[in-house]
């Protein structure tokens, strides 16, 4: 699933920089473009996306787990990641 991820981060970066004028920062374009400050956009949208696509969701699956845990009561039934079933018959506070 990561996999889709890099990709897509990939497209945005590699799109985004074709968009910028290697020219701009000698000062030899004539258009009076961004000038120097042109791949200065690239920072903030790489923090973005990393934003958007990693430090998000990770922190989203966090806060599932410690809502998960702080819901779990004497009686329920669980399974384990290792798959081995079972019901909660005492709960620590640590």
Do not use: E
Request: glycine share 10%; with cysteine.
């Amino acid at each position: 699933m990561k996999s889709k991820f890099y990709y897509l981060a990939a497209i945005v970066v590699a799109s985004l920089s074709s968009c910028v004028d290697p020219n701009a920062s000698s000062g030899k374009s004539g258009s009076g473009g961004a000038g120097a400050f042109g791949p200065l956009i690239f920072f903030p949208l790489i923090i973005l996306v990393f934003w958007l696509f990693f430090i998000r969701p990770q922190a989203k699956k966090a806060k599932q787990t410690k809502d998960f845990h702080q819901k779990l009561q004497k009686g329920d039934k669980i399974v384990t990641i290792a798959g081995i079933h079972g019901v909660i018959y005492k709960i620590n506070d640590d």
